[in-house]
């Protein structure tokens, strides 16, 4: 399964540290947080920290402006040339932030080797897909907590579309079909898609099954199923235990294959996955070079 990829785009998946597993201790990514504004509320979320959907909460990221974050992937590029991405990852969601497109376009003039990459809560898919192709954005990553609206309806509480606040039901049908058509449309552009699933234990837990399914259908190329981090409004809920996701994983991997070595990163990280460089000391960052 999975869809067929050129020579391009199969080398940049061979130099991406969250595509492939053999390229996370050779190949890096920075993360720009140039992205705070988000358009949906997920009951696992609290705003001050970054998305949750791609992003491990904490101490939030500091937000840089398009330029600021080019000036920092010129910095860490110059000193880590081992890093073959730059993604926008939050910390909010980078679909309801111009300043997005407007980093993407600077870094791609400056660095036109480098992939583009990036996370979205997928409501906006439809729509900026084309500036996505635009900028040149090769590798996108949709979370997908349900396709069912009576599930997805009490995993976020409420979506703000086209200026219009929906609730429950309705905006679970709204944003999970402009999921799906938009990741449709992606693999159709040839982008090659990831699909995060965060693991909800008592709500989802079940249901992830039939998500991998669907993804098949779509041509997604990878999945990475994380643990729910217990916050917000389901603070009381209980993480999926390391057994659980595994079975979930299991099951899931006939029909896509499976990422298993997500580090939850923030908003604002950037080097190894395993070695977060933007948490060390200025002095500690500096020993670090291939
Ligand atoms: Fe970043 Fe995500 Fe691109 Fe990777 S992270 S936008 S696909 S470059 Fe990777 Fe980090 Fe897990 Fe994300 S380990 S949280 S899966
Ligand atoms: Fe939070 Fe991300 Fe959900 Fe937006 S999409 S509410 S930032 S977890």
Do not use: W
Not at 60 to 76: D, F, G, W
Not at 203 to 225: C, F, P, Q, S, T
Not at 255 to 270: G, K, N, S, T
């Amino acid at each position: 399964n999975g869809p067929i990829l050129g020579e391009e785009l199969l080398r940049k998946i061979s130099e991406h540290p969250c595509y492939d597993k053999n390229a996370q201790h050779k190949y890096g990514r920075i993360h720009l947080a140039v992205a705070p504004a988000c358009n949906i509320q997920c009951n696992f979320c609290v705003r001050e920290f970054d998305c949750v959907n791609e992003s491990r909460p904490g101490v939030t990221s500091q937000v840089l402006t398009p330029e600021e974050a080019l000036e920092k992937t010129r910095q860490i590029l110059a000193d880590y040339p081992f890093i073959k991405v730059v993604a926008i990852a939050g910390p909010g969601d980078p679909l309801a932030n111009d300043e997005t497109f407007e980093t993407f376009e600077l870094i791609r003039n400056e660095f036109p080797e480098i992939t583009l990459c990036m996370s979205t809560n997928g409501l906006m898919l439809p729509e900026k897909l084309p500036e996505m192709l635009r900028t040149g954005v090769s590798t996108l990553t949709v979370t997908v907590n349900a396709i069912d609206p009576e599930i997805q309806a009490k995993i976020v509480d409420h979506i703000v579309y086209h200026g219009k606040v929906y609730k429950g039901v309705e905006a679970a049908k709204i944003q999970i079909k402009n999921q799906l058509d938009g990741i449709k449309a992606a693999v159709d552009a040839g982008i090659v898609v990831k699909v995060n699933t965060v693991l909800i234990p008592g709500i989802n837990d079940k249901h992830v099954i039939e998500i991998a399914k669907k993804l098949n259908e779509l041509g997604v190329y990878i999945m990475n199923v994380m643990p729910l981090i217990t916050q917000g409004a389901f603070a009381d809920l209980e993480p999926p235990t390391p057994e659980e996701r595994k079975a979930v994983q299991e099951a899931c991997e006939p029909y896509v294959m499976q990422m298993r070595h997500c580090r939850q990163c923030r908003a604002d990280a950037y080097g190894l996955l395993a070695q977060d460089m933007s948490q060390m000391s200025e002095e500690r960052r500096k020993v670090i070079k291939i």
